[in-house]
């Protein structure tokens, strides 16, 4: 039975009851039967209005509204500004749907397809002092992964986010932790031991979203890959190792995309040398 279906069975046997309970045939058991659908249909409104909340990707609602026919809305203007109804390709409007998904495919295909494999290599004194990590450091990141740093990744996880093609978002996960961790933690124990066909989960979505207006060119949409939550809870609590020692790794004059460095230092740095060269007329 559909949700639709569900809600009207439930407003009808309320109805009943509620017809019951005004007559001269009431028992005394309406009351309590009545409670429990209306219980039930109230669970049924939550389910329906954070669907649709997903759907819209409203972060802010009214707290204790019924926010469905707004997130209702939402989603489905959503849906029709990212519809893609017409591309250009090479001066010419495409509009067929089936040559649309053929552009859309050759495009990405050119561009993340498999590349030749590099010859390119180090020498073996490329690293002499800097960018070794100690036993130590090789110790900590090659352990076995403890359930308290997997709970930790999965509770920091931001919620109200769109789930992969599993359907299960994170807040599933946080809410029913105690019901699938044991299974959880059996895969990334498998993970661990190399017995986990990680290419299994390490599949998703792309959605593409336009950049500007009325986008009609492929160059102007973004691609976004959903991915799901399983995947980037193994990836999550590899990077959070990582980060640990990266500053090791990582050349000290790298200043992007290392936790505690900032990218705008580099241009900085260029500014005060310019500037001291100016100074110096050098």
Not at 35 to 62: D, N, V
Not at 67 to 72: A, E, G, I, S
Not at 138 to 167: C, H, I, Q, Y
Not at 231 to 243: A, E, Q, V, W
Request: proline letters at 2%.
């Amino acid at each position: 039975m559909t949700s639709e279906g569900k809600k009207e069975e439930l407003l009808a046997r309320i109805k009943s009851l509620d017809d019951l309970l005004t007559s001269d045939e009431a028992t005394g058991n309406e009351g309590e039967e009545r409670s429990r659908l209306k219980s039930e249909l109230e669970a049924l409104f939550e389910e329906e209005e954070i669907y649709w909340q997903q759907r819209g990707a409203e972060k802010q609602i009214l707290e204790g509204d019924a926010n469905t026919t707004f997130l209702d809305l939402s989603a489905n203007g959503r849906r029709r500004k990212k519809t893609i109804l017409s591309l250009e390709q090479d001066g010419v409007n495409i509009s067929d749907q089936k040559q649309i998904r053929e552009i859309i495919y050759e495009f990405y295909k050119k561009h993340f397809g498999k590349q030749a494999i590099s010859n390119v290599s180090l020498s073996e004194n490329a690293w002499t002092t800097e960018g070794r990590l100690s036993s130590e450091d090789n110790e900590f990141l090659t352990r076995p992964f403890s359930e308290e740093e997997v709970k930790r990744v999965v509770f920091d996880m931001k919620e109200n986010t769109a789930p992969g093609p599993d359907g299960f978002s994170v807040t599933f996960y946080k809410y029913c932790w105690e019901i699938v961790k044991g299974d959880f933690m059996d895969m990334v124990n498998d993970f661990y031991l190399g017995n986990l066909d990680i290419g299994r989960l390490n599949y998703g979505v792309i959605t593409l979203i336009p950049k500007v207006k009325d986008a009609n060119n492929i160059k102007q949409f973004k691609p976004i890959h959903l991915l799901n939550v399983s995947f980037k809870i193994f990836t999550k609590f590899l990077l959070d190792r990582l980060t640990v020692v990266a500053g090791k790794l990582v050349s000290k004059w790298q200043s992007a995309f290392i936790k505690g460095r900032y990218i705008l230092d580099g241009a900085v740095m260029l500014h005060e040398i310019m500037h001291e060269l100016r100074a110096r007329k050098e």
